[in-house]
């Protein structure tokens, strides 16, 4: 699978012309912040802070840190590609001291950006810091393990359509090939396959580039069901609610992706969490105490609570929840491997 690359030429001309409106006061701070003067903002991926998912767990990152710092905090919504670097501008001559670009797309307005706006800090969420051709000497990647996370929610739901009998088929609706969705998906069929050897899983992509048209992952959804699946994994930020939609109007199971979608209703099996709000709130107190470490990556994983099992419903068997637990336990302890790719 190849992942589009966006082009960025007329951007980086934008870049150029500015740099000089940019401050070049010099390398981040390493000193400890006050309030008064620390500042954070987030940028988001195309889509929406009401998502439900991806956008909305950043925000609620920046606006907890945000009253537990006492700092000014700011959500910028990018709403098209076109939009990334004039953002990330708009975010380094507003002078905030930390800057997050959110989502994996959005890796090109940072590396045109960073090298520009020396003042501030930059995390990239889902954004490896190899990814940056210039290498910034002022951002930080930020990555999760989402196979993991995958795996466990594919363990869980072979356990339960293997108990159930009939067809052993389930899903995955994903919103386009990057890798974050990826690593989802691969993990979700390798867990569900652990527990149920015979089971068939339906990977597809909606091709959404806005990760929030519903219809588009409602009509992925129904495809599958139509082809037999009975448990649907959404792996497309808002544009999953629109599988969750078919699951739900098909009387089959839902699993939600990054936050934990179960409150949809009795329906949902259980989530997939990414604790991206978790990951702005560490990144922003590093910064705050001037320890934010740069020109490396912050993984966050099952060892360290990055990403896991959301609620289950109470449908599901508890014997299945702690066999799926144990499961947990083993990845994080590195006992069992999960590949972040494998073919499907």
Known sequence: MRIRTIMVGAAVALVAATALAISSAGSASSTKSSASSFTMVIVTDIGSLQDRSFNQLANEGRIAIGKKLGIKTRAIETHSSAERIPNALAACRLGYKMIFEVGFL??????????KCPQAQFAGIDQPYVLFSKKPKNAAGVVFTEEQGGYLVGYLAGLEIKKEGGKQIISAVGANNVPA?????????????????????????????????????????LNQIQRGSRVV???????????????????????GVDADQRYLGPFMMTSALKRVDTAVEDLTKLAYKGKLATKKDYVFSLKNNGVGLGSVSP??????????????????????????????
Do not use: M, R
């Not at 006992?335 to 972040?340: L, S, W």
């Open 233 to 255: 994994f959404q792996v497309a930020g808002g544009c999953g609610l629109g599988a969750l939609k078919a699951a739900k109007e098909n009387k089959i199971w839902g699993i």
């Open 315 to 344: 449908k599901i068997p508890k014997s299945f929840v702690a066999k799926t637990k144990a499961i947990a336990k083993q990845i994080a302890a590195g006992k069992i491997k999960v590949k972040n790719q494998i073919k499907f």
């Open 106 to 115: 959005n890796y090109t307005a940072l590396n045109a950006v960073a090298p």
């Open 181 to 221: 969705i990826v690593h989802y998906i691969s993990g979700y069929i390798q867990g569900a396959k652990k527990a149920d050897p015979g089971i068939k899983v339906l990977a597809n992509y909606a091709n959404d580039p806005t990760f929030n048209d519903q219809a588009k992952c409602h009509e992925t959804a």
